[in-house]
């Protein structure tokens, strides 16, 4: 399918449709060789464009994963401790993925992954607010203390946000938060007199674990992956 020279370098991440343009009109751009200046010029998938003599690419679909991590494994490529990571579940064809956030050693649950890297750090920044959901096992409810979490608290130095805080019965907790700051939900409970037994991540943004299997991984939906981008 031919598209807009302009288009296909905006498509590959390079620049912007209006910056392409520019690019473009100042002779920058050559297809199969050829210097281009007009941005009414069409491109498939078999011509070679460069610019500035850079060969730029036409981006990838973006791909989104949601993993269900086990207990016991570390989100990291390659641990110094030798511990099991997530890519040590993985099957083979899904190795080269990118994680987005972590969940620490002992906490299960969602875990997504991708294959553009980009769009795994936008997913990560606090500014995104997404919503992540959580079942939270303490060894104890403290509501006084809940109260606190749900108004925002300082530990140690570091603001965090105010949690959502529901009583599922007296040792569960469902627990939603919208920044991400690494063991979050541990701190802040333990800080508010809920100690954190066992910590479960149920969702990030519309994407829910569902009846996912431990270890197991299944690809998004791309409508699933379109509505969390609207968010962003």
């Known amino acids: ?41 069409f491109v498939g998938d078999t011509d070679v464009v460069k610019v500035d003599g850079k060969l730029i690419s036409c981006r990838k679909e973006t791909s989104l994963y949601a993993f269900h991590k086990p207990i016991n494994t570390m989100t990291t490529a390659r641990d110094p401790m030798g511990r099991r990571t997530v890519y040590d579940c993985l099957p083979i064809e899904y190795k080269n993925l990118k994680y987005i956030g972590r969940l620490d050693f ?24 997404i919503s992540r959901e959580y079942i939270a096992t303490v060894s104890k409810i403290d509501e006084k203390g809940l109260k606190r979490a749900r108004g925002g608290i300082t530990v140690d130095g570091i603001r965090y946000r105010p949690m959502e805080t529901k009583v599922i019965d007296e040792k569960n907790l469902l627990v939603r938060v ?55």
Not at 23 to 38: A, F, H, Q, S
Not at 208 to 229: F, P, W, Y
């Open 106 to 129: 002992k906490t299960t649950g969602l875990l997504l992954f991708t294959n553009d890297g980009a769009l795994a750090r936008r997913l990560t920044l606090p500014s995104s607010n």
């Open 1 to 41: 399918m031919n598209v807009r020279i302009a288009k296909f370098i905006a498509d590959s991440g390079f620049a912007s449709r209006r910056e392409a343009e520019n690019l473009i009109e100042n002779g920058r751009v050559t297809v199969n060789g050829n210097k281009i200046d007009n941005p009414i010029f």
């Open 178 to 232: 919208t920044e991400g700051k690494k063991n979050e939900v541990r701190i802040v409970l333990r800080t508010c007199g809920c100690p954190v037994i066992k910590l479960h991540r149920i969702s990030f943004g519309p994407i829910k674990l569902g009846n996912l299997s431990v270890g197991k991984i299944r690809k998004i939906e791309q409508k699933t992956i379109d509505a969390l981008l609207k968010t962003l």
